[in-house]
């Protein structure tokens, strides 16, 4: 089993930044891949980005590309998701997502059922 845990959701002005946090426990193998997905009411969840743990490597949405920074600390089991530049339309509850496999090393899934883990959410508020 995985657990998950988010933290750092806020609100802030347009333009500004936060960093979410998902500190992440249990099996390791069934969490090398590990995303951050979002979900504004009335609207489906989306994919935001995307880390394979043993590669380092990551894959971003075309909303946030060279706005959001994934990243990971291996020692603290915590994935980041460093949020610049932020704007009204970000608004959403952010979750932190974990699943196995080495599909997100070899391109962007952003499919909620190749994701077996999740966390409770964090909500992100920006205001114009």
């Known amino acids: 089993q995985v657990q998950l845990v988010e933290s750092g959701g806020g609100s802030v002005q347009a333009g500004g930044s936060l960093r979410l946090s998902c500190a992440a426990a249990?099996?390791?193998?069934?969490?090398?891949?590990m995303a951050w997905f979002r979900q504004a009411p009335g609207k489906q969840r989306e994919g935001v980005a995307t880390?394979?743990?043993?590669?380092?490597?990551?894959y971003y949405s075309d909303p946030v590309k060279g706005r959001f920074t994934i990243s990971q600390d291996n020692a603290k089991n915590t994935v980041y998701l460093q949020m610049n530049s932020l704007k009204p339309e970000d608004t959403a509850m952010y979750y932190c997502?974990?699943?196995?496999?080495?599909?997100?090393?070899?391109?962007?899934?952003?499919?909620?059922?190749?994701?077996?883990?999740w966390g409770q959410g964090t909500q992100v508020t920006v205001s114009s």
């Open positions: 249990g099996s390791r193998y069934r969490r090398n891949c």
């Open positions: 880390i394979y743990i043993d590669g380092d490597v990551t």
């Open positions: 997502a974990a699943g196995s496999g080495t599909y997100c090393a070899l391109s962007a899934i952003f499919v909620v059922d190749y994701f077996a883990y």
